[in-house]
């Protein structure tokens, strides 16, 4: 995992994947719904990296993150054994979600780019609720 910026970039978390063989089809090629196993798992990890762990957030606060919405251009594929980096950039944090673009790369080469929108809801109720203040400041602050 690493964290990278530039002069005109914000900050971006990276997390690393290996293409496994269950991941891809008898031809060697990624299947195309486990580009959406990966961009949880690092979502997952990005949210480990603010501090927070998903069991927490629902146990302590009583909410949980949904995918509200996604939209996927899928470039080119990956094949078994690709060593992937999954990228997580904030674009928009509002009052109960958030807006992230995702993108999967192989090296320079960009594989998949994603638009996703998280919303955070009540536990129990599934209705949305306000992001948790400690939750919203470590997102604006990392």
């Given at each position: 995992m690493q964290r990278?910026?530039?002069a005109?970039?914000?900050l971006v978390f990276q997390w690393p994947i290996r293409v496994y063989?269950?991941?891809s089809d008898a031809g060697g090629v990624v299947y195309h719904s486990n580009y959406l196993n990966f961009m949880e798992r690092a979502r997952t990890e990005w949210l480990r990296h603010l501090?927070?762990?998903q069991p927490q957030l629902k146990a302590d606060l009583g909410?949980?993150?949904v995918v509200h919405s996604m939209q996927m251009a899928f470039k080119s594929p990956a094949y078994f054994n690709d060593m992937l980096?999954?990228?997580?950039?904030i674009s928009k944090v509002g009052r109960g979600s958030l807006e992230m673009e995702q993108k999967i790369t192989r090296?320079?080469?960009?594989?998949i780019k994603a638009e996703v929108k998280l919303a955070f809801v009540?536990?129990?109720t599934f209705k949305p609720v306000a992001i948790p203040a400690d939750v919203k400041t470590a997102m604006l602050n990392n």
């Open positions: 990278t910026t530039t005109h970039a914000p063989y269950e991941d501090g927070f762990e909410v949980i993150i980096q999954i990228e997580c950039n090296g320079d080469a960009l594989l009540n536990a129990d």
